[in-house]
């Protein structure tokens, strides 16, 4: 993998989300690949994410947030959110 | 690869190491603990020394590490009928924020007590493999084939504080079906599945397969601790949500299962290692990737506490999603390209 492969690979993108102040940093290889890196400060603004989890199972985990995620596609459909292998292949 | 005997054999001639291994710091399954219940002194090899696991006088279950001439009592768990020992080369008590989940509802501690679910199917096998090897298993659905077809999927791997989850769903990933399904056994078409690991070496599964017939609740627990740097045990085991009264086919499937998950994982394991030395190192990954991911998550296990980092801690999501066809995807870009084009002229 060259430099510049290597730098488009690791290149994420900052996506606000529409109902809090959370930002992240958010990688799109393909339409249906997402890759979101959070901050400790945008875990605690997330309004979806419970204050106490209701039990320890695996299930009772925090899946993540619906309204980044329609934040991250409408990004992604507006074109601002650039697909990495996209973006590698042109 | 080769698989190598279960104790007691010695496991050959290892080189003298410059320094000594270091082994995560976590919760470890050591098995079924009614095995540890014959009245008698256990020693298990485990982490690059011996552990001994005895009951004491009030019949509760203890464990010491016998390294040289300090002796290292550990702390001990007991629950759901298994056996667990918390694992720290600082020796710091186990913390309040990584609790192992209770998973059967009752209160006893053996299998029998419990009216909700199965006993456990359980499983083991020695292998010559590094802990970290079998990690990798937990981010590989992310390059099965079904990304590529085009078969409905949703796939998910997040990392989080001391915790790694794995959702999925969609059918079944080949390598768990059944491969020697027995006359009872039904095709599971569909599975749900959302898997934890709790720390480095505990990871418990909440299933819900989808069969001809029925659906099948399964909870199916996968653990493994080092006996030495290139050895370990790992253990799955199975239960399933009995119906009443409890249907016999279902614990054949549990079993059955218990031993295809364990088939699959050494599998995966043996062909990363093959893989390995074919290519001679592993294929480069960025930042983003989820086996990159899993690197850093893994990774605060083996340094000290006050050494962990944001990087190793902080919330990473990689997700695959499939359920959204693409023509929508594509059209609605297609659409916004329009508008733009559209728009563009306008303010021409």
């Not at chain 2, 768990?77 to 667990?84: R, S, T």
């Not at chain 2, 990304?147 to 796939?155: A, D, R």
């Not at chain 2, 079906?177 to 009872?184: A, E, K, R, S, Y």
């Not at chain 2, 009443?244 to 599998?267: D, V, Y």
Request: aromatic share 6%; proline share 5%; net charge negative.
């Amino acid at each position: 993998m060259s430099n510049r492969e290597q730098e488009l690979d690791t290149a994420m993108q900052q996506v606000r989300c529409i109902e809090c102040l959370a930002k992240v940093q958010v990688r799109k290889s393909a339409w249906e690949q997402t890759s979101v890196q959070w901050t400790d400060e945008a875990l605690d603004l997330c309004r979806e994410r419970p204050a106490r989890a209701t039990g320890n199972l695996p299930r009772d985990q925090f899946v993540g947030c619906e309204t980044l995620r329609a934040a991250v596609r409408d990004e992604t459909v507006q074109g601002n959110l650039k697909l990495a292998d996209r973006a590698a292949a042109s | 690869m080769h698989m190598v005997r279960v104790d007691p054999q010695p496991l050959g001639d290892q080189s003298p190491h410059a320094d000594p291994a270091r082994y995560a710091r976590g919760w470890h399954c050591l098995g079924l603990s009614h095995r540890f219940r014959d009245g008698g002194v256990h020693r298990l090899a485990a982490f690059g020394v011996t552990l001994q696991v005895q009951a004491d006088g009030q019949d509760q279950l203890t464990a010491r590490l016998e390294a040289g001439h300090s002796p290292q009592d550990l702390s001990c768990l007991e629950q759901d009928g298994l056996f667990y020992v918390w694992h720290d080369p600082q020796g710091n008590p186990p913390p309040q924020d990584l609790t192992i989940p209770r998973l059967r509802s009752g209160t006893g501690a053996e299998d029998d007590e419990d009216l909700e679910w199965s006993a456990w199917a359980w499983k083991e096998t020695t292998l010559a493999a590094s802990t970290g090897q079998v990690m990798e298993h937990v981010v590989h659905l992310a390059d099965s084939p079904h990304v590529t077809e085009s078969e409905q999927l949703y796939f998910k791997n997040v990392f989080e504080g001391q915790l790694a989850t794995q959702y999925f769903e969609g059918p079944l990933h080949h390598s768990y079906q059944l491969q020697d399904p027995g006359q009872n056994a039904a095709a599971i078409q569909l599975a749900d599945s959302v898997a934890g690991y709790y720390g480095p070496a505990v990871m418990i599964a909440q299933l819900d397969y989808v069969m001809e017939d029925r659906n099948l609740d399964a909870i199916v627990l996968t653990a493994h601790y080092p006996i030495d740097e290139q050895h370990l045990v790992l253990m799955t085991g199975v239960m399933v949500r009995t119906e009443q009264p409890p249907a016999p086919e279902l614990k054949t499937a549990a079993a059955g299962h218990a031993t295809q998950i364990l088939r699959s994982i050494t599998g995966a394991v043996r062909a990363q290692l093959d893989d390995a030395a074919a290519t001679g190192c592993r294929a480069a990954c960025g930042a983003s990737s989820p086996v990159a991911a899993l690197h850093r998550w893994y990774s605060q296990f083996f340094v000290d506490e006050q050494d962990v980092s944001p990087q190793m801690t902080e919330r990473f999501e990689y997700e695959v999603d499939t359920t959204m066809p693409m023509d929508l995807w594509t059209r609605s870009s297609a659409r916004n390209l329009i508008l733009r084009r559209v728009n563009g002229k306008q303010l021409a």
